[in-house]
């Protein structure tokens, strides 16, 4: 590939960067600021247990189902248009979901701020690239721009549990309000605008597309809950049959939705893969970690939420240091690193007893910060070994990748828990079928019952959990050891970012068009 042209970045386009980085931190908020306002939002609008799901979920399905679908009509209609289109579209639905008035109503206005969330996640990162055009800033601003998605979901928790116990819990939603207008403000000043000039988009593809992801991401969910039964072996059949088919239309079109020739550079690939590797044992992980905090050691959840904030800042640490670390070093062994470096943290998780507080933790924060260092340096060789007219959808199909790595992790290492919880516990004899069920299901059955159950028998189940926590963070520490060792061999020829010394591989691209108007 040719190198594009550089030029250093001036207080512009940073404060463009900070006009960015609200969108960005809004949407990590929107991901967690429901879990403490559920109980309220349930009180009031009394949904079914299926519509609360459909609430919880809707949101997070249209993202990742459309985020490749948007990064491309990005490319085509221009990216600052698309953020503010996104934007106004994000503000509305927000507002329409503050004031809902009945679960299916909610339902819509959730399902509303995933397809906005959809067009905001990739024309940041795509502005991103095209702003910061020098290797370094572009690498630093990336890193930043992960660490604020991953503090805005740090932040979900606290916030929305603050605002329900202030207001009421529709304020949770009327935070994106001021956001939007203040984006809308600033966009057509700080941002600029960049687009191809490429054909109308590939309407078939865009349904091929959604036929491929949001089954798939169904049927993770599905088996999450329920294990693996014939609706969810029926939506896999669907997915992977329209991925297949989205596949050949891909490499039969001219302008393609999704250019299937970005995989042949050996550093897309390969860091797309370190990302879902790394993003399972993260996403699985939290998901028991949380879970542990709360059912074992017997925080609230703002007390929970509180006690994840400090760990966050390991990736605050790993998100910024590791482009200024990467401009001597090659980024691949720096992730490498960071990977085996986590290995710590999943060895004190792997450890852990049922009063292990601090252990967990801690531990935690050593996952954050691998996470930091992958998100940043992942990302930034993704989008930079895309040419500038496919950036759109290069960041899309990262942040996919990203989205799809957490589901399957809370799956893989769910289940994986679960299914040593079950075999450990035994119900004590004499017990109702109405505790004895819950309380053999899971540690959040057991303890919905705990006031029904003999002593020593919540004891039991808690230290079941945490027996299925130890042996999942073993799993996940094995998989993530074989990813430090592949990203090592397949990345260490990458060049420290900036440095043009021959004999390395680049990762850079050609020059696309921008209109500052």
């Known amino acids: 590939m040719e190198a594009r042209p550089s030029s250093r970045a001036g207080m512009r386009e940073w404060a463009g960067f900070a006009v960015l980085a609200l969108p960005t931190m809004l949407l990590g908020l929107d991901v967690t600021v429901l879990y403490l306002v559920v109980p309220s939002l349930a009180a009031d609008l009394r949904p079914t247990a299926t519509e609360t799901l459909w609430i919880m979920d809707v949101y997070g399905f249209l993202i990742a189902g459309l985020l490749i679908a948007m990064g491309t009509l990005g490319d085509r209609i221009g ?16 507002a329409l979901a503050a004031f809902a008035s009945g679960a299916l109503w909610l339902i819509m206005a959730r399902a509303l701020l995933g397809v906005a969330g959809a067009t905001l996640m990739p024309s940041t ?58 984006v809308l403000a600033a966009a057509p000043v700080l941002l600029p605008e960049f ?20 089954p798939i991401i169904y049927a993770v969910k599905h088996v999450a809950a329920h294990g693996v039964d014939a609706p969810a072996s029926a939506a896999v059949l669907l997915g992977g049959g329209s991925a297949v088919a989205f596949v050949r239309r891909q490499l039969r079109l001219e302008e393609p939705l999704l250019d299937i020739r970005l995989f042949a550079d050996r550093a897309f690939s390969a860091a797309l893969g370190v990302l879902l590797i790394g993003l399972v044992g993260f996403g699985g992980m939290m998901f028991l970690v949380t879970q542990h905090l709360q059912l074992v050691a017997g925080l609230s959840p703002v007390a929970a939420g509180l006690w994840m904030g400090p760990p966050a800042l390991a990736m605050l640490i790993g998100g910024v240091g590791a482009p200024l670390i990467a401009s001597r070093v090659p980024p691949g062994t720096v992730m490498a690193s960071a990977l085996a470096l986590s290995l710590v943290g999943y060895a004190f998780l792997a450890l852990a007893g049922t009063g ?59 289940s994986l828990t679960t299914a040593i919880y079950r075999e450990a516990v035994q119900a004590p004899p004499g017990l109702p079928r109405s505790v004895a069920e819950p309380y ?78």
Do not use: H, K
């Open 356 to 414: 292990g507080r601090l252990s967990v933790v801690t531990g935690f924060a050593f996952l954050y910060l691998g996470l930091g260092v992958i998100a940043a340096l992942g990302t930034d060789l993704v989008v930079g070994a895309a040419p500038p007219e496919r950036s759109g959808s290069a960041a899309a199909l990262s942040e996919t990748v990203q989205e799809l790595g957490v589901a399957v992790g809370i799956v893989l290492l769910g």
């Open 440 to 517: 053999g299901d899971s540690l959040s059955g057991a303890a919905s019952v705990a006031d029904r159950l003999p002593d020593g028998a919540l004891r039991q189940a808690q230290d079941a959990f945490t027996g299925g926590l130890n042996t999942a963070a073993i799993a996940a520490g094995i998989a993530i050891a074989g990813a430090s060792v592949a990203c090592f061999r397949m990345l260490r020829r990458i060049r420290p970012i900036g440095d043009a010394a021959p004999g390395a591989e680049p990762v850079a691209s050609t020059c696309g068009s921008v209109d500052d108007r």
């Open 125 to 182: 990162l795509s502005l991103i690239s095209i702003m910061f055009t020098d290797a370094r800033q572009r690498a630093s601003a990336i890193g930043a721009w992960a660490t604020m998605f991953a503090l805005g979901m740090a932040a979900g928790p606290v916030v929305g549990g603050a605002l329900v116990a202030g207001f009421w819990w529709g304020a949770a939603f009327l935070i994106a309000v001021p956001v939007s207008v203040l």
């Open 195 to 214: 687009r191809t000039g490429a054909g109308r988009l590939d309407l078939w593809s865009v349904g091929l597309s959604l036929t491929a992801m949001l």
């Open 79 to 94: 990216r600052r248009r698309l953020l503010m289109i996104g934007m106004a579209a994000f503000g509305a639905a927000s």
